[in-house]
């Protein structure tokens, strides 16, 4: 037993026996040792009250309290405030009652009354700004909390509600502040853990976060939200075993909590095990229908392994909830630029924080040049570096001032990594660095213009730009739809991918370049393939229909026609990319229902690029997928001479192989339907000698039109960013344009 419980024990029983003198000592010893104790404060006003011991009305009116009858406890209140109008206790505890049945101005009433009759009460106080908080009356809470705190420097609940209220205002400085002064105050202070961490997760202050969880859940190791904020921690730092097990611990809190399971999920698609992360999706959506994110991540992880069963359930997924699923997800379901335009307001809504206090304004920097700062993840031997390396190298370091900040892996034995350092003045790694300290970097080092790389794709920072790192902001090469965000001024396209009236579906002020917006490098090396189609598994004469699009790209209606081409192309294949075991099984079984061999379908892994792009050259054709077409992966074909046979859609991920094909002088190659798409390629698979005629165009074509000129593009892009910046230094609002 406490020494506070055994001292009130003893005042109660000698206040029973009428011994008041003792009693009264026996209470001020226990508010002596614990000054800040509602039950001893109560119970010596109950004693000290003009009609006597009253110690049996009020512990009634306690035990109500403490059962959650705050009706019951808000009656008895009333009548006991009317019989001791100047206990301090009973208008408290009356206060209480009323403040948890919502009845706000009836407790403030209770909580001043309170005070008059003890006006050192703190926890009075306190629970009047908790009142008027409630109320919206900000201003006058937290000036009755800093009131609090001045009297009563070591009390630690008013620290915490003054941070919460801080917090509340997004004034994240001073709340932070405010939770760790909690906790110096009152190490056992669990909640005021918790809330540390919630905000130091807000400034990308991961570790120091995960620290804060782990003091809470030490204390707590029942706080399923603090495993769980602790897992989404662990994983943004890979360490991807750490955050499956916080999750674990999150759902053994509460098996019912359907965020934790959906964050599960999404450490076991980083972990490869896309079916236990589809099931684990799909019993948050079971336990929450409401909840539609859930089930448009079970849907995505679907479409990666070709399982197609569920599919009609994405007309199920649009509403509120599902745009904490980035809108990536949503592309390869539906083509259609209105609904990707509401999915991006509806995500950057949630995702983008506040907007700053304050505007970069950079000085003109000494030696004249445009200072462009590149912001992305994937600064490697990846897809978009295949893509952008040429415009780098090709960038004019007399008039541009190149920077990267890289938020990546720190892949620094990466070949392609290394290169790209060659062309850039400056190569920072910020994937340390909080948003903060970003931001505040990106200001420091004078950009003129921020470029962001990622989009609304995986491992992005794109929050980031919502701060303002420069004074203009772009959208290019990363994600194929708008940001949907106003801290967005450009995004970068051209007339084929974007054309005239696409700016209905865009935040951004759209910049058209002249041929195509992608960018591409005319000094990428194609290894000779040394293999052979026998190699590979491909038939030595038969026709190779590919498509090395991702597997989440292949929708069932694009694969019904493709397996009609199998069927009336004689010793026909169609070579695909490997991309797990479980969408091999499925498309195998897929073409099986539909009358053609499994064994036609070959996949192949991947490979360095350079001997990808080799091995390309023994296919006959490249077949594009539709809502989600071909991007890196059509260059990859065009570049290495391979003809892509692509349907022309409606939003602008489904339209950029049609660029392409038209900068590379073949747009025939871009139909307008299904019908054509198939009755093009069934006849195209009958010629040879058309076939053969299409090749040769397309050899002659490689080095002469516009797609892979990466010198002139890089002018062109350059002439963009010139634009761009000459608008913002003479006052002008970014708008539309085109690059001549």
Sequence with gaps: MSGLEALLIKAKGAARRGETDKARALYHEALGRFPHNGRVRAALDALDAPDGPALAELDAMIAAYRAGRMDEAAREGARLAERFPHSFAVRNLHGA?????????????????????????????????????????????????????????????????????????????????????????????????????????????????????????????????????????????????EALAAYARALEADPAYTQAMVN???????????????????????????????LLQALFEEAHICDWKDRAQ????????????????????????????????????????????????????????????????DFHDHATMYLMSGLFREHDRRRFDIRFYSYGPRCDGDPSRRALRGHADAFTEIGHLTDAEVVDRARADGLDIAVDLKGYTRGTRTALFGQRLAPVQVSYMGYPGTIGHPCMDYFIGDAVSLPPGGEAWFTEKIVRLPHCYQANDDRRIIVPDRRGRRGWG?????????????????????????MRLLG?????????????????????????????????????????????????????????????GAHTTASDALWSGLPVLTMTGHQFAARVATSLVHAVGLPELAVPDRKSYEATALALAHDPRGLRDLRERLAANRLTSPLFRTADYTRGVEAAFEEMNRRRLAGLSPDHFEVA
């Design 568 to 628: 009336q192309v004689d010793g026909s294949v169609l070579w695909l990319l490997r991309s797990n075991r479980w969408a091999e099984d499925n498309l195998r079984r897929e073409a099986m229902a539909r009358g053609i061999d499994p064994a036609r379908l070959v996949f192949s892994a991947g490979v360095p690029h350079g001997e990808h792009l080799g091995r390309l050259a023994l296919a006959d054709l490249f077949l594009d997928t539709f809502a989600v």
């Design 97 to 241: 009652a009323l403040l948890a049945l919502d009845r706000l101005p009836a407790a403030e009433q209770a909580f001043r009354k309170a005070i008059e009759a003890d006006p050192e009460a703190g926890a009075c106080r306190n629970n009047l700004a908790i009142t008027l908080r409630r109320q919206s009356r900000f201003p006058e809470a937290e000036a009755i909390y800093r009131e609090v705190i001045a009297r009563l420097p070591g009390y630690a609940d008013a620290h915490f509600n003054l941070a919460n209220l801080l917090d509340a205002q997004e004034r994240r400085a001073e709340a932070e502040a405010g939770f760790a002064q909690t906790v110096a105050l009152d190490p056992d202070y669990t909640e005021a853990h918790y809330n540390l961490g919630n905000l130091l997760a807000k400034r990308g202050a991961r570790a120091e976060a995960i620290a804060a969880y782990r003091r809470a859940v030490v204390l707590r190791p029942d706080h399923a939200l603090a495993w769980n904020n602790m897992g989404g921690e662990l994983l943004q730092r890979d360490r991807l075993d």
């Design 264 to 294: 599960r999920g999404k450490a076991l698609v980083l972990k490869g095990d896309l079916p236990e992360a589809i099931a684990a999706f799909r019993q948050a959506w079971a336990l929450d229908p409401a909840d539609r994110s859930a």
């Design 314 to 377: 994405f007309a199920l997924t649009d509403g509120p909830s599902a745009a904490a699923v980035q809108p990536f997800a949503a592309l390869p379901f539906v083509d259609d630029p209105a609904h990707q335009y509401r999915r991006s307001l509806a995500c950057a809504g949630m995702k983008f924080g506040p907007p700053p206090q304050s505007l970069p304004i950079p000085t003109l920097s000494a030696d004249g040049r445009i200072r462009i700062g590149y912001f992305s993840a």
């Design 538 to 562: 491909l038939p030595e004469r038969g026709f190779v229909f590919c498509c090395f699009n991702h597997t989440y790209k292949i929708c069932p209606d694009a694969f019904d026609i493709w």
